[in-house]
């Protein structure tokens, strides 16, 4: 699969929702990319920020209301970061705001 279908693929993913299985998902494929691509620093900030959602979400059950707050804005950025990629622009500088926006909305989701 070239990488653009990778991408390609990963973005449609991402518009279906985020979900504790979704975000395992994303979490290894990223993990994958961490270790194929010239993007490294990119994947490995993807794959971080989704498997944190992962676990943060793992044996507890959530409310929509609890859930919207942890993922907020999250797919979002993600897809806007890949399609950067596509693109052929790294997209590292839309890593902070999306670290921000997953320790934001952590805090949100603890209280």
Do not use: W, Y
């Not at 194929?36 to 209301?65: H, I, K, M, P, Y």
Request: hydrophobic share 45%; aromatic share 6%.
């Amino acid at each position: 699969m070239s990488a653009d279908d990778h991408i390609s693929r990963l973005l449609d993913a991402l518009s279906g929702g985020l979900s504790q299985k979704r975000l395992e998902s994303l979490s290894n494929e990223f993990n994958s990319l961490a270790q194929d691509r010239a993007e490294t620093l990119v994947f490995f900030v993807l794959q971080n920020v989704c498997q944190r959602l992962a676990s943060a979400l793992e044996g507890e059950a959530v409310s929509v209301e609890r859930f919207e707050e942890l993922t907020a804005g999250i797919a979002d950025q993600i897809a806007d970061i890949l399609r950067d990629l596509q693109r052929g622009n790294a997209g590292v500088a839309k890593l902070e705001p999306l670290v921000g926006t997953l320790f934001r909305n952590l805090g949100l989701f603890r209280r």
